[in-house]
């Protein structure tokens, strides 16, 4: 019905689907668990083997699989290729020696798609070789640990723009550039619920930004060049109109089409405003007055402010980049002077956005996992540990 | 999806200076200025090789950083089982430069014509925003096909000057010696941040913005703290020939020791080739690895009479003239005689072959095509390594060409350029994503 | 007969003579010593040109070693020495480097430069720069390099070898050595860059080279045995210095050539410059000497004319007095002979013609008493007879009157011999071939030689051929030729040969008569021509003074060549008819 209703309102909602599976055979190979990679490659290489032939068996990592991975790899390897009754042994021949006759060397390589195993099978003066392109399940990919004061909320290849927790937490409205998703919180994940297109008047900016914010018997979004009215019970709606609106909370509002902000109190364009700090164009933060606030050298262009829960001051998420690496810290702001409040967390990649949540003490924020190039929304919490 | 550990080297660089300004928000505005050291004398979107990407005109669809095929002026597409007959569904509310809706009527003829040199027998049959290309024969690598500069979709104005449907338009400009560009501001992926690019050729003032660094020792003082970007390995440095005796090659694959000539006259820009395709890009060139034997190649050359051998290389082109005098000066240890020349008709030939996707398949076909193997490319099955390891092995084995190094480009990147972090493109530099601070 | 050079002649040729061989002497004495200068400077020279260039190439060493010091201590240098040395100085990445030696050795205006790792492994290098990473093995040998200095040695080049003048710096902060090796490349661009020497060419020969000529043997010789050695042409002189290497082995040869054109240039000069002030000195001379030669030899010759004038018979003859040295006193002397030849000549000729008168007095009393005589005795006869014997007066008259009649006669022929030498005409002048005069003379007096009971008389006729003809007048000269046989034949009472003989000489005919008579005292020749003298018994005496006087009158001359026993010559020269 959902999915009809869509249909009717976006025309390219079914579209969509065949974008990400009617590929070319030149895509990336599907998915596969490292057990069944290595069975595989284990048939693989049996079928360029005389039948119980035994092997000598090596192995190189010339990827960026853990040891651990690629140890686990390797005797899973051996275990398949016993199973099709092919023996290895660890060391390669010597030379005259009877005892095994083949030489199979294995090698995790990376090409541009992904990782590669081949296979080289050497018999005597024969030489073959086999290949299997090998895409790891995305769960099962390295994940970095964040500090203790992140939560991971969701993952997605395309741009995370904000995200809205309703109903208790047990549903997530995602935005992204061109959509709007909706996810229910069941079985211990988020499943999807319903799906909108953002049916804009004009495109997105190149930096795309856009804000959720909860009302009464729904959400708005606030993007660029529109605002979104929506309302996700009993079905996820979504209707935009052109044009920019202050926001109630802040006070702000975008500037047309563009990544800024601005406000009745500060004309001058700015990024994020927290605490009644601005995050200018320039890479300054200042106050109202155009102040500069000490100790805010190097912060990134998003901040937000968390109430503090070791006190009754206000907190500001910034990132910081002066160590020259992706992180977030909390620092305390007090007569224009910011000092730092916790250490730094460590951040898989730049942070794309970083907004108060719904959730008092709490921020949502999108950073780009440099790794996997996906976009990864956690919340952030401040834990007092003292 | 996981980013190849190549990827990082690429990326880290970018980070570094981008972070240090603490600006991470990209901003509007400001014009790039760029210098680049080889001019272009055609906007013939056929004829960009580098890394930097002059987005004018666009594909249909484009090979992404890890070879998939990424949709760009279409978003659909269906084809037969036979992959004879294949369905694009436009993107909507697209527009050219001029202001001209992208139709299917508008994108027919370019790509026809780019079609009809691989797909004699293509036909297109154009209706609102769905194209249909047929053709008798299978075509499973269409996509690819499209997705090749060539197959880009653009119109030439009254004025000749070319029309296309990317994020920046042709303003001004004045072959071999300057291009200016201005943000288009319908772009359907959102106007980029810059207003303008001013790209000059060959001045070498080093006061640009974004300035490419030439392979080879530095030939200007550049600032210890400017920051670069390098590309990943995308053009392969190798010797061919078409009349010398293979024996000769063969020793002379034996002979050149690679690492010097990446470590010295590349100055680490790079990686050092035995295959064709660099490592990242098909993974298996490390099974083409040798060492340098010079016995071995003193007892093919035994039974060859050989006179003075030519290599030629480009002329003004100082690092492959190094790079020629140091081949020479290999192939002396074991008595071959190698005279690098300028003049282009050598019996060997010193030359860069940059790679123009990162779709191994395609690639590998292209060179085999440019070596005369035709017939072999069609052996190519992007689906399976193997073949491609195969092909490229053949073609190894005629002795007709010995790869030396993978090349990287380099750019410097003044303090106040950014790119929307991160790029996760190693293979090309993305102008649209690019911004300045004032 | 050659011709007789005159006094104005030799003397002009004389002085002449002497200023030729004056200017002679002088322009060989300083072309000599010019020569023999120059050599020498030469010598002197080439010694001072090798001695500069070694200087030279002295200086550039020095340089050389100052701007590889200046590379050694440059920052990029030490830069790399440290890092060489420290921490990660066995794995440092010395690609970075790889340009450094020509950005250095463009700043110094080296030819050579390497950098040179601990390893003996080329970091950069200059000169051929893919030559990075190859070893300079020689580096690592234990020298002091700061006192080994500047030195020469073969560097390799991609297209070979080239000559360099080399010297070494080492950096060693700890026990590891970065060398800086740089220097100049020797060729015929560092000799074009030598201080230019006029007239000296430089030319460095390396091992594949073989100059043609003296260059050529010089150079193998000193190949052969390396020292310094010299040859020297006309046109040149080499010097060929051997230039060794560090391990004295000889790497190339240094040839100074130096070019003697200026010393040719200038002998030739010399010598053109004597040929011509020899010349101008020789004309000068010429004209001097002529001047001279007219100047002193005028008054001689006034002198000799009138010699000649008084050996033509103008015994009256002045000559000129114009000075008072030798020559005026001679003038004078010659005056005063000429007068007292005048008086002589007067007295002589009045003597001449009183002994003349009185010979003629006598030759006439003593002709004409012959016929006389007779007379006088026939007429007294006849006196007598009419006296005496009237019947036989008649027969005394007849015969008496006969010999009246015929000593008249031989009176008469004596009067008209007189009569016809006093007024012998003068000579009608035509051709006259003189051979056939004479033959035609002696067959008329053949009948008379070869008259029985005369004694013999043997005639030779020695005529030449080439005598031709002379202007003469034809019955005078053979009257003259006539008298002179008769007079032969008259000195040969008993016989003997009679040799008529012609000939010429120059364009004078000779015609002589010889007999093998008593011949003549050499006082009897002088007055032999003399009217009336004669030697004969009878006779009038006036043959051979007609002869004299044929020849006179045809500007002949005639003289008589006799010494008692042996017989006498008489030689008449006449002028031939060219």
């Given amino acids: 019905m959902i999915r009809v209703t869509f249909a009717l309102f976006f025309g390219s909602v079914l579209l969509l689907p065949a974008q990400t599976t009617d590929q070319s055979p030149a895509q990336t190979p599907p998915e596969q668990t490292m057990t069944d990679a290595a069975s595989q490659l284990a048939s693989r290489i049996s079928s360029l083997l005389p039948r119980r032939t035994p092997v000598s068996l090596e192995a190189q990592n010339l990827s960026q699989l853990s040891a651990a991975e690629w140890l686990s790899f390797r005797n899973l390897l051996r275990d398949e290729l016993r199973k099709l009754g092919t023996e290895t042994a660890g060391t390669p021949p010597e030379s005259g020696s009877p005892a095994t006759l083949a030489r199979v060397r294995v090698t995790l390589s990376e090409d541009a798609r992904g990782w590669l195993f081949v296979a080289e099978v050497s018999s005597g003066d024969n030489r073959q070789v086999a290949m299997l392109p090998w895409k790891q399940p995305s769960s099962a990919q390295t994940k970095r640990q964040l500090s203790i004061t992140k939560k991971p909320l969701w993952t997605q290849p395309d741009p995370i723009l904000d995200i809205l927790l309703t109903d208790s937490g047990a549903q997530m409205l995602v935005l992204s550039s061109d959509k709007l998703t909706s996810y229910l919180f069941m079985e211990n994940k988020w499943m999807l619920s319903a799906t909108a297109s953002l049916v804009l008047p004009r495109p997105m900016p190149r930096d795309p930004r856009g804000r959720l914010e909860a009302t009464p018997d729904g959400f708005r979004a606030f993007l660029p060049m529109a605002i979104c009215q929506g309302t996700f019970k009993p079905e996820l709606r979504l209707t935009c109109v052109n044009g920019t609106e202050t926001w109630p909370d802040t006070q702000v509002r975008w500037i047309a089409d563009r990544n800024t902000l601005e406000s009745d109190a500060m004309k001058t364009p700015f990024y994020a405003t927290a605490n009644g700090l601005f995050s200018m164009t320039d890479g300054r933060v200042q106050d109202r007055s155009g102040q500069p606030v000490a100790g805010s050298e190097g912060w990134g262009s998003d901040i937000a402010s968390v109430e503090d829960p070791c006190g009754s001051r206000t907190a500001v998420f910034a990132s910081s980049p002066d160590t020259g690496r992706e992180e977030v810290r909390l620092y305390d702001v007090v007569s224009g ?11 898989p990649g730049p942070v794309t956005a970083l907004w108060p949540s719904e959730m008092h003490g709490e921020a949502t924020m999108v950073a780009r996992n440099l790794q996997t190039g996906q976009y990864e929304a956690s919340r952030l919490g401040v834990v007092c540990t003292k | 999806m996981r980013l190849p550990g190549w990827a990082s080297f690429a990326l880290s660089s970018l980070l570094f200076s981008s972070l240090l300004t603490g600006a991470v928000r990209p901003r509007y505005g400001g014009t790039l200025t760029v210098e680049l050291s080889n001019a272009w004398t055609t906007l013939d979107p056929n004829s960009f090789k580098t890394a930097l990407s002059v987005p004018i005109a666009e594909t249909l669809v484009r090979v992404g950083s890890h070879g998939e095929i990424e949709p760009v002026l279409v978003v659909a597409w269906q084809h037969d089982p036979d992959f004879r007959r294949w369905r694009f569904s436009l993107r909507p509310r697209v527009t050219f430069h001029d202001g001209e809706a992208l139709t299917a009527a508008t994108a027919a003829p370019p790509l026809l ?42 119109r030439k104005s009254d004025t000749n000057a070319l029309i296309g449907t990317g994020p920046f338009r042709v303003t001004t400009w004045d072959p071999g010696r300057r291009l200016t560009l201005a943000a288009f501001d319908n772009y359907w992926g959102g106007r980029p941040y810059l207003d303008s690019v001013e790209i000059e050729f060959g001045s070498g003032h080093g006061r640009a913005d974004l300035f490419d660094i030439p392979v080879g020792p530095a030939r200007r003082i550049l600032p210890e703290s400017l920051a670069t970007w390098s590309s990943a390995p995308r053009a392969l440095l190798a010797i061919t020939s078409t009349n010398a005796d293979p024996v000769l090659l063969q020793a002379l694959a034996l002979l050149i020791d690679r690492v010097p000539i990446l470590n010295v006259l590349a100055q680490h820009k790079g990686e050092v080739a035995f295959g064709l395709l660099p490592q990242w890009l098909s993974g298996y060139a490390f099974l083409f690895q040798s060492t340098p034997d010079v016995m071995h190649a003193k007892q093919l050359v035994s039974s060859l009479r050989l006179g003075p051998t030519s290599l030629s290389y480009p002329a003004d082109d100082l690092f492959l003239r190094s790079v020629a005098e140091r081949i020479a000066l290999n192939a002396r240890d074991a008595g071959i005689t190698i005279q690098p020349t300028s003049a282009g008709n050598g019996h060997l030939r010193l030359m860069e072959w940059p790679l123009e996707s990162t779709d191994a398949a395609n690639e590998l076909g292209r060179i085999a095509e440019q070596l005369g193997a035709s017939d072999r490319a069609r052996q190519l099955d992007a689906a399976k390594p193997e073949t491609l390891y195969q092909v490229e092995r053949s073609l190894l084995d005629d002795h007709r060409i010995i790869p030396l190094i993978h090349v990287r480009e380099t750019y410097g990147i003044a303090p106040r350029v950014h790119f929307q972090s991160p790029t996760s493109d190693p293979f090309t530099l993305h102008l649209e994503d690019a911004w300045v601070q004032p | 007969m050659g011709t007789t050079m005159n006094f104005r002649t030799k003397v002009f040729l004389s002085i002449t003579a002497t200023v030729i061989l004056a200017v002679w002497i002088v322009a060989a004495v300083v072309s000599t010593l010019v020569s023999q200068s120059f050599e020498r400077r030469d010598a002197q020279r080439t010694a001072a040109l090798v001695s500069q260039l070694q200087r030279e190439f002295e200086r550039r060493g020095s340089d050389v070693a100052r701007r590889v010091e200046a590379v050694a201590n440059s920052d990029s240098v030490q830069r790399l020495a440290v890092n060489l040395v420290g921490p990660a100085g066995g794995q440092l990445d010395t690609s970075q ?9 463009q700043e110094q205006s080296l030819d050579f430069l390497e950098l040179v790792g601990p390893d003996t492994a080329i970091i950069s290098s200059a000169e051929w720069p893919a030559r990075f990473g190859y070893k300079e093995d020689w580096l690592a040998q234990p020298v002091d390099w700061k006192a080994q200095g500047v030195f020469l040695r073969e560097e390799h080049l991609a297209d070979g070898l080239a000559l360099g003048l080399i010297t070494v710096r080492t950096i060693a902060p700890s026990d590891k050595t970065l060398y800086v090796v740089g220097g100049q490349q020797v060729d015929s661009d560092f000799l074009a860059s030598l201080p230019a020497i006029e007239g000296v060419r430089l030319e460095l020969i390396r091992d594949f080279d073989m100059p043609q000529g003296l260059a050529g043997a010089l150079v193998a010789d000193v190949r052969r045995e390396p020292r310094e050695l010299k040859r020297v042409t006309d046109a040149t002189s080499i010097t060929a210095i051997p230039l060794e290497g560090r391990d004295k082995q000889l790497l190339a040869i240094l040839l100074v050539e130096n070019s003697r054109a200026e010393l040719l240039s200038l002998k030739r000069y010399i010598q053109e410059t004597a040929a011509a002030v020899g010349g101008a000195g020789v004309l000068l001379g010429l004209m001097l000497s002529f001047w001279t030669a007219s100047r002193v030899t005028r008054p001689l010759r006034d002198l000799a004319s009138s010699v000649r004038e008084v050996a033509l018979g103008k015994w009256d003859t002045r000559a000129n007095v114009g000075s008072s040295d030798e020559v005026g006193q001679l003038a004078r002397d010659f005056n005063g002979m000429t007068e007292q030849l005048v008086e002589q000549r007067d007295r002589m000729i009045q003597a001449e013609r009183v002994a003349a008168w009185r010979e003629l007095a006598r030759r006439l009393a003593h002709e ?46 004596i009067v008209g011999r007189f009569s016809d030498f006093a007024k012998m005409p003068a000579p009608q002048l035509e051709r006259v071939d003189v051979n056939q005069m004479a033959r035609e003379v002696v067959h008329l007096f053949e009948a008379q030689l070869q008259a029985p009971g005369r004694p013999r008389v043997e005639t030779k006729l020695q005529l030449a051929a080439e005598v031709g003809e002379v202007l003469a007048d034809p019955d005078q000269l053979r009257r003259a030729l006539r008298n002179l046989v008769l007079n032969a034949l008259d000195a040969m009472p008993q016989g003997g040969t009679l040799t008529i003989r012609t000939a010429r000489h120059d364009n004078k005919v000779a015609l002589e008569v010889s007999d093998t008579g008593e011949g003549l005292t050499p006082e009897e020749v002088d007055r032999l021509f003399t009217p009336y003298y004669t030697t004969k018994q009878h006779g009038t005496g006036l043959g051979l003074a007609i002869v004299q006087s044929v020849v006179s009158d045809h500007k002949g001359t005639i003289t008589v060549h006799s010494e008692p026993g042996q017989g006498a010559t008489f030689r008449i020269e006449l002028k031939a008819n060219a």
């Fill in chain 3, 368 to 413: 004409l008493k012959n016929p006389l005589f007779p007379l006088q005795i026939t007429i007294e006869n006849l006196q007598r007879a009419r006296a005496a014997s009237p019947e036989q007066f008649d027969e005394v008259f007849r015969e008496s009157t006969s010999t009246l009649l015929a000593e008249l006669d031989h009176l008469k022929t």
């Fill in chain 3, 97 to 105: 480097y790889f340009a450094a030696a020509q950005t250095l050795a």
């Fill in chain 1, 337 to 347: 002077q910011a000092t730092p409040a916790s250490d730094p967390t460590s951040l």
């Fill in chain 2, 113 to 154: 014509a780019a079609l009809k040199q691989t797909y004699s027998d293509v036909s297109i049959e154009a209706g609102g925003q769905a194209i249909v290309v047929h053709s008798d024969h299978a075509m499973p690598e269409l996509l690819a096909e499209l997705a090749l500069p060539r197959a880009a979709v653009f």
